[in-house]
């Protein structure tokens, strides 16, 4: 079966201080992988999506890059953090291959910059 | 992209069917309707999906109207533990990945 591992859980940060979360996935192959935030209390927004090793599409400009050196590795990078960059972070996965695969995502790590 | 519009939030009574709407007129016709579900300071978990068709699994019920312009989620004997964030969603396709763009969603409390 399919599993995917966020971590970590919980993370505080100074501000201006790097951050490296990372995401993988177990049991499939080719998957499309996802970076996604939520503000407290607000919606999820995409930030990233990748279609295999080394192809990265960003959905809105910041702060924030993403890199996929393996086939199911997914990580999320910041140079320099700011203190709007505290969120919820949520990796997610689905297959490439058909017209109605549901994504499967992670438990999140939720991020305070202070 | 066609865009979902959903309440905000609602009440449902423990053990009574939660019906949760879904607007989405300008939907393609090969754009599937997902529904998706985010309990507090979890990731999002996956519901159930279709296309024209209603659709019934162990978690809900989905109920699309014939022209496709809007759908209901059923939880039929909701819980507790279905207090949750609820997201329509019109699934995006691209040529380069499959994407979920998440709205506001429906913040449902289910009270005893």
């Known amino acids: 079966s399919q599993t995917i591992h966020q971590w970590p859980a919980t993370l505080v940060q100074p501000v201006g201080s790097p951050l490296s979360l990372e995401c993988t996935v177990e049991?499939?192959?080719?998957?499309?992988l996802y970076w996604y935030r939520q503000a407290a209390g607000r919606g999820l927004q995409l930030l990233f999506y990748?279609?295999?090793?080394?192809?990265i599409s960003s959905e809105v400009p910041q702060n924030l890059s993403a890199s996929r050196p393996q086939d199911r590795q997914f990580i999320l990078s910041s140079k320099k953090l700011l203190l709007s960059d505290s969120g919820f972070y949520l990796c997610?996965?689905?297959?490439?291959?058909?017209?109605?695969?549901?994504?499967?995502f992670g438990q999140g790590t939720r991020l305070t910059v202070v | 992209d066609a865009k979902t519009t959903q309440p905000t939030s609602m009440d449902c009574a423990e053990g009574r069917a939660a019906n949760l709407p879904c607007n989405h007129s300008?939907?393609?016709?090969?754009?599937?309707v997902y529904w998706y579900r985010q309990i507090h300071s979890q990731g999002p978990q996956y519901i159930i999906h279709?296309?024209?068709n209603n659709e019934t699994n162990e978690m809900a019920s989905l109920i699309i109207t014939e022209d496709r312009k809007s759908s209901t989620l059923i939880l039929p004997h909701a819980t507790l533990r279905d207090t949750a964030v609820y997201y329509c969603?019109?699934?995006?396709?691209?040529?380069?990945?499959?994407?979920?763009?998440f709205g506001g969603g429906t913040r449902l409390m289910v009270k005893p």
């Open positions: 997610a996965w689905n297959l490439q291959t058909g017209a109605s695969t549901e994504a499967f």
């Open positions: 049991g499939t192959s080719n998957p499309n």
């Open positions: 990748s279609v295999g090793i080394g192809q």
């Open positions: 300008t939907i393609s016709g090969n754009e599937y």
């Open positions: 279709g296309l024209k």
């Open positions: 969603i019109v699934r995006v396709r691209n040529n380069a990945g499959n994407m979920l763009t």
